[in-house]
Structures are given as structure tokens and as C-alpha cells.
């Protein structure tokens, strides 16, 4: 079990729910306030950002590696630096979008992307850290973030057996106690053909922590299933309208979707309940309407019992099914009138 601000997170506890704003706010303070507002309305746990410059995520250079291959169907054709020059969350948003949350019971925290990065948001106080796939091989910004003592959440895209082992020991060595891993598939919208979700309980298994999932599928049925198989933290990207655009938009939930994420993952989460094959209390009201053997005509003392006088009917308060051939052929103890449950005293 994990505590972010209080909110306990764990396989006995509703799953945690972050919608991440991304670069969904399309360059306007305003618009990501009201996506704020809507996230707090869908019943969410809590707002994630992404703390970056173009300049600390790569350089401004227009050579081909530096490119968005043609293959990549969103941000195609896009140099990096140009691209991360349009998408981030100035630094100055931060606050007045943590403020809004505060305001309205939200936990925010971010991703930074640099060791900068976690001396900005140390100045915010944000009570946990969340590392992106594509720097979950970083390891001095992991040990950056370790020191802080935080709880850290890892998304795992792309990130082999032996890449996410050397990012567990360095958060470990360096501070950290609380780890969460992501299940993540790093492409944008991911195929949920690709999501592998039965990694979740391997992943928390080989780890020994919480596991959940960070989705870039289309809906919300990738996420529900992940409840199924463990996942305590669920990730997913919103927006206001998804026709509005921007660089995210296209694998981001609105308002109402992320809603409904939350509704149906709490009740996903409920059904998994414990081991169980006892009739729960609600059900005892229904075993009357299980099947048993019942006197299917008037019978006179001393006649036998044969298949036109029981049968296994609705509902259940006769002898079980299971006793039905054992009685054909024995006698009948007193006389019994039609739809009368077969009782052991009537059998001779």
C-alpha cells in the first residue's frame, strides 16, 4: 500500500485514477483551468503535467534522426525541437493550475523531464514524481527524483526486464521507498492488441510493487481490464473536445469518458471481491428458485414413485435433483397432494 496525499492506493482500495493533461491545454492558461475543472467534475484522483523545455529534451537541429519518421502517424514530419517548443506547459502555468486543483481537492503533481525539472517542482512541493517511458533509462533524473524521498511512478514503454530492474535499484538506492510501475505501450494511439496486460501481474510479482497502467488506447476497455488483472494507478490523457485538436487529442478521453473510466474501474474493482464459493446474502433470497423434486400428481399412501409422479421443478424447497433417481421406485409414505416438495419422511 502507497499513500499520495493521503489516498491510499493498493489492491484493497478503489483504483487510482490520473488524467494528464499533456499538451492538451492548446496554448491557452484558460483552457487547461477548465480542464481542470471538468477532470475534478469526472470524479478523478488526481491531474498530472509535464515539466519541460524544448531545449532539455533535445537539440535544435534540423538533421534526419531528428525528424518524426513518416512511419509515425501523429506528429509526423515534425522536428523535435520544433515540436516540443509547441506542446509543453510553461512553468509558469504551474502554479496557478496546482492552485486551482488545491482549491478544488485535487492532487497535482508532474513529469519532469530534467533535473531542473525536479528542483522547479520541489519549489511547488508536489508530493509525488511521475517518470515518462521515454526516461525511465535516465537514470541520473532517477536518482535526481529519489532523492527527494517521493513516492515515484514509473510508466515502463519500451523498457526491457533489465532496464526497468536498474530503475527500481537506483530509485531504491537513492531514497525512494514507494515505486509504482505502469504497464505502458509507447505508441500514440496504442493498439490494444499490443497492451499485454497480463504483464501486470508478473510485472508486480518480479518487482515486489504496485502495478497499474498507463493507456494510450482508444476508450476505456484496455483500462477496465487492467483492473481485472491487478492495476491499482490508471493513466489516460484528456481533453475538453477531441475535435478541437492538438497534440494528444487524438488518444485523450473527454470529460464524460474519463467519468465514465471512473465509475466503471471502481465497479470493476468491486467485483473482484475474494475467493469465494459460498451464495452471498443477496443470493440466499434466490435459492427458492433453484430446482428440486416436487410431487407431480395427488398420491395415495403406499404408491411408488415413478416419472410421471416427480419431477425436478422450480422452485427449490424439495429434496436436490441429485437424490431424483435414488427415489424412482420406492414407495410413498402417506397421501400427498399435487405440487407438495418431496420430503425424506414421505419415502419408504
Not at 38 to 61: P, R, W
Not at 228 to 243: D, F, Q, S, Y
Request: aromatic fraction near 8%.
Amino acid at each position: 500500500m502507497i499513500k499520495i496525499n493521503n489516498r491510499k492506493i493498493g489492491t484493497d482500495y478503489p483504483p487510482y485514477i490520473i488524467a494528464d493533461l499533456s499538451a492538451n491545454h492548446n496554448q491557452s492558461l484558460d483552457r487547461a483551468l477548465e480542464i481542470v475543472e471538468k477532470s475534478h467534475e469526472a470524479g478523478i484522483d488526481a491531474l498530472k503535467l509535464q515539466t519541460y523545455t524544448a531545449s532539455c529534451m533535445t537539440l535544435n537541429v534540423k538533421k534526419p534522426n531528428f525528424k518524426i519518421s513518416n512511419k509515425t502517424k501523429l506528429w509526423k514530419g515534425e522536428y523535435l525541437y520544433s515540436l516540443y517548443k509547441k506542446a509543453p506547459i510553461p512553468w509558469e502555468w504551474h502554479k496557478p493550475i496546482m492552485q486551482k486543483c488545491k482549491k478544488l481537492g485535487l492532487t497535482c503533481f508532474s513529469t519532469p523531464f530534467s533535473e531542473k525539472g525536479v528542483d522547479f517542482l520541489e519549489n511547488l512541493d508536489v508530493p509525488c514524481y511521475k517518470v515518462a517511458s521515454f526516461e525511465n533509462i535516465h537514470i541520473p533524473l532517477l536518482k535526481k527524483i529519489a532523492k527527494t524521498k517521493k513516492p515515484v511512478i514509473i510508466s515502463t514503454g519500451m523498457a526491457n526486464v533489465t532496464e526497468l530492474g536498474e530503475a527500481i535499484q537506483t530509485l531504491r538506492e537513492n531514497g525512494c521507498r514507494d515505486v509504482i510501475l505502469l504497464k505502458c505501450t509507447s505508441t500514440y494511439p496504442a493498439d490494444e492488441s499490443e497492451s499485454n496486460l497480463r504483464t501486470i501481474p508478473h510485472m508486480k510479482d518480479l518487482f515486489s510493487c504496485e502495478v497499474g497502467l498507463s493507456d494510450h488506447t482508444l476508450g476505456i476497455g484496455v483500462p477496465l481490464a487492467s483492473v481485472a488483472l491487478g492495476a491499482t494507478v490508471i493513466e489516460k490523457h484528456i481533453t475538453l473536445r477531441r475535435k478541437d485538436g492538438g497534440f494528444d487529442s487524438t488518444f485523450s478521453l473527454e470529460p464524460k469518458e474519463m467519468k465514465s473510466l471512473v465509475i466503471e474501474s471502481r465497479r470493476a474493482w468491486k467485483a473482484l471481491g475474494k475467493i469465494s464459493y459460498e451464495s452471498t446474502k443477496k443470493e440466499q433470497a434466490s435459492l427458492q428458485f433453484k430446482r428440486s423434486i416436487y410431487i407431480a400428481k395427488d398420491m395415495r399412501k403406499g404408491e411408488q414413485f415413478t416419472k410421471k409422479s416427480l419431477k425436478v421443478i422450480r422452485p427449490g424447497f424439495g429434496l436436490a435433483p441429485k437424490y431424483y433417481e435414488h427415489v424412482l421406485g420406492k414407495k410413498i409414505s402417506r397421501n400427498v397432494s399435487k405440487g407438495t416438495p418431496l420430503k425424506w419422511e414421505y419415502v419408504n
